[in-house]
């Protein structure tokens, strides 16, 4: 079986022979990158350039969603700067700081 695989796969590749239309409009053969066309040989340098900026325009959109959906960055940390905003308005109310009526308008202030 092997063996038959493999005569078909050869008498298939010697049968290969002038490429078709490869004088045509959108044929750019093997120097396609140095030749003529696309950016005039340009594609070398620019290429990788593009493809450095799609992966960092990727990273970055991934950022901003994770930040603006609360999973990551200030909106994370603003539930924990509020718990230590509670505790310090409690420790001041507990050392006699600020009277009571203070402290509950300040409470409100910070579920607000």
Request: aromatic share 8%; with cysteine.
């Amino acid at each position: 079986m092997a063996g038959a695989l493999c005569l078909a796969a050869s008498s298939a590749m010697a049968q290969v022979g002038e490429i078709p239309d490869r004088n045509g409009l959108y044929y750019h053969g093997h120097d396609m990158m140095w030749g003529s066309s696309q950016w005039g040989g340009f594609g070398m340098v620019l290429g990788p350039i593009f493809m450095i900026l799609i992966v960092v325009g990727i990273v970055a959109g991934i950022i901003y969603l994770l930040r603006l959906f609360g999973v990551a960055g200030p909106a994370a940390s603003s539930h924990a700067a509020h718990d230590r905003a509670l505790a310090l308005l409690k420790e001041r109310y507990a050392k006699g700081e600020i009277d009571s009526t203070e402290f509950s308008e300040r409470k409100k202030l910070l579920a607000d």
